[in-house]
């Protein structure tokens, strides 16, 4: 492969835009574009990117909106001079958990598009449901009491499936559109995931789902890497034919359609490497390896994790690994991030991050045995609210001293994000890194307290559109996956994260009790929470 010649394209369907990095062959990123959804598409009318019905429950896009977005993407690119003929291969990522009906006949229509016309009039009569239903919905309480109880219990499905049931998870979105739809979902001869629905308009053909994008769908058994006939039975009739066998996720599905040839200048040797997730896509693009964890501390704070051993529980989620088929990935999310953080800055060091930073340099590891967890809003893991105090002790208080206070919540963060990757699976290994993004990652005392209680050193990395950026380094291993080469191989001339912290001698010393005692606060708040 000349490196100098190819270039690889990298697409992200997310909520609220469609956006797209091309890289060549070095890595090196040459062209960066987006289409933003409310402001350039304005007929469908969408507030961030999505229609909320009147049951506020209900959320949707409009999957032509997703369509004649590519349009616009792909003549903005042309408008610029970008020269689509040295493009080798195309991946991408979409929304996770989002799903498309595709009509029956649709499937003859894509073999044989038009490239006089816009993919948004090609394409205008080949979904049975218009409006996708997406990540943001939570309609589907009913149909996720159905599947836990027809696997019998919410740890069985996970044991599975690698989560528990989730409203915003594919399979129980298909459920509810087979029983209140029931006209639609006859009409429908294939059910694409947000990332499977674009591979598919790129290759002019149904396009597998991926094992990765796969694994968000309470359907898949993520050990089998296929779907669980189980779960599927549970769920909706005959839904076997309209998903068809998963792929692994680093898989060439073949050239792009000569739409694309004709149209925009592609080269007919242009392959399509398989789309999956937006979480699995940043794993991609923040080049994560065995034993690594990157913490993303923002609005809300989010947790990778690349792991061998998964240990399916009732938090977090487990998904395949996007870049290696013997590894898995683990998610979990938490709520109570830069705002708390914010919060007690205002509250106790006079609105001043360097005061806040101060506070942590002047008090010790451990805090003196005082511990917090601050739950301004209520948490997804643990489903709980409020602010818990405990002293050494194990006495609760209202208040701690300012200095105490900062470093109570900082490091309660820090040691429940350990706590919950550990019961998922994750393992400091040698050589494990933790990489930290986001807002506060750039506060060095902040970045110490991670380092100490996870006992690894910490690296920044500043990546925006991690999963635009991690499908063009997709796009680039699945010509070369076949051959056995590996993703680190493949990345090895990619930026690398700067190391940030190393951890203070003797942190696992204070830490490992303090996590123990971490765990042991938790069951008693969860026990003594209002039912």
Not at 363 to 388: A, C, K, L, Q, W
Request: charge should be negative; proline fraction near 5%; include cysteine.
């Amino acid at each position: 492969m000349d490196s100098r010649a190819d270039y690889f394209l990298g697409f992200d369907f997310s909520t609220q835009q469609l956006k797209v990095i091309a890289v060549d062959g070095n890595l090196e990123v040459i062209h960066q574009n987006a289409v933003h959804f409310d402001s350039e598409l304005q007929e469908f009318r969408t507030r961030g990117g999505v229609h909320i019905h009147d049951d506020r429950l209900t959320v949707t896009s409009p999957v032509l909106m997703w369509v004649k977005a590519l349009d616009v993407l792909l003549k903005k690119m042309s408008d610029s001079g970008f020269d689509f003929s040295r493009v080798r291969a195309i991946s991408g990522s979409g929304q996770q958990h989002g799903s498309v009906y595709w009509r029956t006949g649709a499937k003859q229509t894509l073999n044989h598009l038009d490239p006089k016309e816009p993919l948004n009039i090609v394409l205008q009569e080949c979904f049975s449901v218009r409006d996708s239903p997406v990540w943001m919905d939570s309609s589907t309480s009913e149909q996720c009491q159905c599947l836990e109880a027809a696997v019998g219990g919410a740890q069985n499905l996970a044991d599975i499936t690698g989560s528990r049931a989730y409203e915003r998870f594919t399979g129980n979105q298909i459920s509810k559109m087979s029983r209140l739809k029931p006209s639609e979902y006859s009409e429908t001869e294939r059910i694409s995931l947000v990332s499977s629905f674009a591979a598919s308009v790129f290759l002019g053909d149904y396009a597998p789902i991926d094992y990765s994008d796969g694994s968000g769908m309470n359907l898949m058994d993520i050990f089998s890497k296929r779907w669980s006939q189980t779960c599927l039975n549970a769920t909706a009739p005959q839904l076997t034919r309209r998903l068809c066998d998963p792929v692994p996720s680093t898989s060439a599905l073949g050239g792009i359609s000569p739409y694309f040839v004709d149209r925009y200048g592609f080269s007919k040797n242009c392959e399509v490497v398989a789309f999956t997730g937006d979480n699995p896509g940043s794993l991609a693009g923040m080049k994560l390896c065995e034993g690594d964890v990157t913490v993303s501390l923002g609005t809300s704070d989010t947790v990778f994790l690349w792991i061998k051993e998964p240990k399916p529980a009732l938090e977090g989620h487990i998904f395949c690994n996007p870049v290696d088929s013997d590894a898995y990935m683990a998610l979990i999310c938490f709520k109570n991030g830069s705002f708390t953080r914010e919060r007690i800055r205002d509250e106790f060091a006079e609105g001043s991050w360097e005061c806040f930073s101060s506070a942590l340099k002047s008090t010790p590891m451990g805090n003196r045995g005082n511990i917090g967890m601050y739950f301004d809003v209520r948490e997804i893991t643990p489903p709980v609210s409020g602010v818990h105090r405990f002293d050494a002790e194990g006495q609760k208080v209202a208040v701690f001293d300012p200095e105490v206070e900062i470093r109570a919540l900082v490091e309660g963060q820090f040691l429940a994000k350990r706590l919950h990757a550990e019961r998922l699976g994750y393992k400091i290994i040698p050589g494990t890194r933790v990489l930290a993004t986001g807002g506060a990652s750039s506060n060095q005392e902040i970045l110490q307290v991670l380092c100490d209680v996870f006992n690894a050193p910490v690296y920044t990395i500043d990546v925006m559109n991690s999963a635009c950026l991690g499908c063009a380094y997709r796009a680039l291993h699945g010509v070369v996956a076949e051959q056995s080469v590996s993703f680190s191989e493949v990345l090895r001339t990619a930026p690398d994260p700067q190391l940030a912290a190393t951890p203070t001698p003797g942190a696992e010393e204070v830490y490992a009790p303090m996590l123990q005692r971490l765990a042991e606060l938790e069951a008693e708040i969860l026990e003594n929470k209002p039912k």
